[in-house]
C-alpha cells in the first residue's frame, strides 16, 4: 500500500545512517502487516481503516501545533481530495488483501506500483515511453506472471484487490507530484488524515465491534507503524538518494516472508521472490536511467506516504 511523490531534494550522505532510517521503514512496514493479520479476524477491514487514518490525525496535530498553521493553508483543496480518495481505497485494498494473501505475496504485489505509475504517466499524462520505462513495465509484468502463476495456480480474490490497491497508489503519484510542487510533506500528511477520517468513518457504521486491550494495541500500532514508515524513508531519503534507498526497501520481501514463516506458518514460496526480484530490477534499471539525466541539484527522492 504504498505512495511515492517526488518533491524531496536528494543528495549524497552517510548511507550508514540512510540504512539505519531504512530498518524503521522495513519494521514499520512488517509490523504493520502483522497487525493487520493479527486483527483481521475480530475487527472488519473498515474499522481498521478507522483507527488508521484517526490515530494517524491525533498524532499529527500535536507536531501541526508545533510548526505553527500556516503551512496547512492551501489553494489545491480539490486535489487533496481526488488524491485521498484513490489513496484511501488503495489502502483498504492493501488492508483487505492481507487477509487473504500470504504476507510475502502481498508485499511482492506491492512493489508493482511503480510499474502502474509509469504506465499511467505515459498514457494520461504525456510523458514519453522510455527505454528505462519500457524494462521497468516488461519486467514488471513477467514478475506478475512468476508470483501469480496463472494456469498453474488459483488466481484468487486477494490478487486483484492488492493489484488494484498498487494501481490506486499508483495513480495517486501523479497527483502527489502537483501537490508536492507548492506544498509540504507535513501538508499533504494533513490532509490525507483529515479527508480520509470521514471516509472511514462513514463506512465503519455497522460494521464497529468494540477492539479487546490487545486488539486496541494492535489498531494503535498501525496508526503509529503508517507514520513512521513514512517518516523514516523520508529521513533516509534526505540524506541519500533513492539509487541507494530503493535497493534497501526491497528487503521488505525476504524480511515478511521469514516473519510471516515464524509467525503463521507460510511456505516461503520461491516463485515469489524470483518474481518479486525481477519486478525490482526492471524498477531499479529505469531509476538509475532517469537519474542519469536529471542534473544533480533538480534531482528528486521518492517518500512513502502509505499504508
Known amino acids: 500500500m504504498t505512495v511515492t511523490p517526488a518533491g524531496l531534494p536528494a543528495r549524497s550522505g552517510p548511507a550508514l545512517v540512510a540504512a539505519a532510517w531504512m530498518v524503521g521503514t522495513l519494521l514499520s512496514f512488517a509490523t504493520m502487516a502483522i497487525a493487520v493479520r493479527e486483527v483481521s479476524p475480530a475487527i472488519h477491514t473498515f474499522e481498521i481503516m478507522f483507527f488508521r487514518t484517526g490515530i494517524g490525525f491525533i498524532v499529527l496535530l500535536p507536531i501541526v501545533a508545533w510548526h505553527g498553521f500556516a503551512p496547512l493553508r492551501t489553494g489545491r483543496l480539490r486535489l487533496h481530495a481526488v488524491r485521498n480518495f484513490i489513496h484511501f481505497f488503495g489502502q483498504l485494498g492493501w488492508f483487505y488483501g492481507v487477509t487473504l494473501l500470504p504476507l510475502a505475496t502481498v508485499f511482492a504485489l506491492e512493489f508493482t506500483t511503480p510499474i502502474w505509475a509509469a504506465l499511467l504517466a505515459v498514457l494520461f499524462l504525456g510523458e514519453r515511453m522510455t527505454r528505462g520505462r519500457t524494462v521497468a513495465i516488461l519486467f514488471g509484468f513477467m514478475g506478475i506472471l512468476i508470483v501469480v502463476q496463472p494456469g498453474f495456480a488459483e488466481i484468487g480474490t486477494g490478487t486483484f484487490v492488492l493489484l488494484g490497491a498498487a494501481i490506486c497508489f499508483a495513480s495517486t503519484i501523479a497527483f502527489t507530484k502537483m501537490l508536492t510542487r507548492s506544498e509540504s510533506a507535513l501538508t499533504v500528511l494533513f490532509y490525507m488524515t483529515l479527508i480520509q477520517a470521514p471516509f472511514s468513518t462513514m463506512l465503519m457504521f455497522g460494521e464497529w465491534t468494540a477492539p479487546t486491550g490487545v486488539q486496541f494495541g494492535w489498531l494503535c500500532a498501525i496508526?503509529?507503524?503508517?507514520?513512521?514508515?513514512?517518516?523514516?524513508t523520508t529521513r533516509a531519503l534526505a540524506i541519500a538518494d533513492a539509487t541507494v534507498i530503493v535497493p534497501i526497501d526491497f528487503l521488505r520481501l525476504p524480511l515478511i516472508a521469514v516473519a510471516a514463516a515464524l509467525l503463521y506458518d507460510e511456505p516461503v514460496r520461491a516463485a515469489v521472490l524470483v518474481g518479486a526480484l525481477l519486478i525490482f530490477s526492471g524498477n531499479y534499471y529505469?531509476?538509475?536511467?532517469?537519474?542519469?539525466?536529471?542534473?544533480?541539484?533538480?534531482?528528486?527522492?521518492?517518500?512513502?506516504l502509505d499504508a
Open 223 to 232: 496508526g503509529l507503524t503508517g507514520l513512521s514508515a513514512h517518516y523514516c
Open 286 to 304: 529505469n531509476l538509475r536511467r532517469e537519474y542519469r539525466t536529471i542534473p544533480a541539484a533538480e534531482r528528486t527522492a521518492a517518500s512513502r
